[in-house]
């Protein structure tokens, strides 16, 4: 079965850049369609980026529009997220998350939560001075 594990969150300045990875082992990712959620304390959980089995499709979150690029590394089977101009509200506990077939709603701009069921533990992105 597949699993995946985020790394790569850290603390930073405001402005700063970081960049996540959600590695995948027992199945390559290239079967599934990737997303990146994020939940920060009192909200609810967020759908950030998501990527197309074929890798040929992502779509953002508006606020992460210009900041944020999903991409993917098919010989280490991880997708990264890269992360830059950092803001606070960026603060959250981020998530990998992977939708089994790759046909999923990211095909048409939606990220969906319920149509992924292999999660990683989260990896935390603090954003202050």
């Known amino acids: 079965q597949l699993q995946v594990a985020e790394t790569g969150g850290d603390l930073v300045q405001p402005g700063g850049s970081l960049r996540l990875s959600c590695v995948g082992s027992?199945?390559?990712?290239?079967?599934?369609?990737i997303a990146w959620f994020r939940q920060a304390p009192g909200k609810e959980r967020q759908g950030v980026a998501c990527?197309?089995?074929?890798?040929?499709?992502?779509i953002y979150e508006d606020s992460a529009k210009g900041r944020f690029i999903i991409s993917r590394d098919k010989i280490k089977n991880t997708v990264y997220l890269q992360m830059s101009g950092l803001k606070p509200d960026d603060t959250a506990l981020y998530y990998c998350?992977?939708?089994?077939?790759?046909?999923?709603?990211?095909?048409?701009?939606?990220?969906?939560?319920?149509?992924?069921?292999?999660w990683g533990q989260g990896t935390q992105v603090t954003v202050s001075s």
């Open positions: 998350a992977a939708e089994r077939g790759g046909r999923g709603s990211c095909l048409v701009d939606e990220i969906v939560l319920h149509e992924y069921t292999y």
């Open positions: 027992g199945d390559s990712l290239e079967f599934f369609g």
């Open positions: 990527m197309s089995s074929s890798g040929g499709h992502t």
